[in-house]
């Protein structure tokens, strides 16, 4: 079965300090990629999705990037944090044809202070 | 310009009774909606869909409606129970499976 992994869970940054979150989808190949951002008391917006490694969509300007190194890892970084980067960091996968089905990790809450 | 909306932030519905969910959409081009469930600190997780060739998909005690003329989508949940108690995101996606659009989400109250 698959599972996909997020962490940390809790991360709690100084403005202006870099970002890692790591995410990796076990037990498929191939997957769509996605990073979503949850502030407080909001919906979900879309940051950044992958259909292939190397190949990233962003859909919102902002103080963040995303990469894909390898085939099931997906990465959202950021050089210098900024107050308004805090919230509730999602990542998700999905087979990509034939299914608009998403699967999201625990999530990352991450405060910028 | 919210291409998806969820007007209610919150509902409270007693055990026991229907708790009715609703998401109103833009685009007729939409054509597959999804519901999904987020309780607090933890990644949403998928609920139920429907595409667009079908009104109505039923999964136990929940129940998707889509009405396409009206660009209306809702869930029912019945028999309500405290562990539906939960925030609720209704999705749309286009045939290209690539991106889905979420709603703000509905704060769903189940009481005793």
């Known amino acids: 079965s698959q599972t996909i992994h997020q962490w940390p869970a809790t991360l709690v940054q100084p403005v202006g300090s870099p970002l890692s979150l790591e995410c990796t989808v076990e037990?498929?190949?191939?997957?769509?990629l996605y990073w979503y951002r949850q502030a407080a008391g909001r919906g979900l917006q879309l940051l950044f999705y992958?259909?292939?490694?190397?190949?990233i969509s962003s859909e919102v300007p902002q103080n963040l990037s995303a990469s894909r190194p390898q085939d099931r890892q997906f990465i959202l970084s950021s050089k210098k944090l900024l107050l308004s980067d805090s919230g509730f960091y999602l990542c998700?996968?999905?087979?990509?044809?034939?299914?608009?089905?998403?699967?999201f990790g625990a999530g990352t809450r991450l405060s910028v202070l | 310009d919210q291409q998806v909306k969820q007007n209610s932030p919150s509902l409270s519905v007693q055990e026991g009774r229907i708790s009715i969910l609703n998401c109103d959409y833009t685009?007729?081009?939409?054509?597959?909606f999804l519901w999904y469930k987020k309780y607090p600190a933890e990644g949403p997780t998928f609920l139920i869909s429907?595409?667009?060739?079908?009104d109505k998909n039923e999964d136990g005690r929940f129940t998707v409606f889509l009405n396409k003329s009206a660009k209306h989508l809702s869930l029912h949940i019945v028999p309500s129970q405290p562990g539906d108690s939960a925030v609720y995101f209704c999705?749309?996606?286009?045939?290209?499976?690539?991106?889905?659009?979420f709603g703000a989400g509905t704060r769903l109250a189940v009481h005793p």
């Open positions: 037990g498929t190949s191939n997957p769509n």
């Open positions: 999705a749309v996606g286009t045939g290209g499976y690539n991106k889905l659009i």
């Open positions: 429907i595409s667009s060739i079908k």
């Open positions: 992958s259909v292939g490694i190397g190949q």
């Open positions: 998700a996968w999905s087979p990509g044809q034939g299914s608009h089905i998403q699967y």
């Open positions: 685009n007729s081009m939409f054509d597959y």
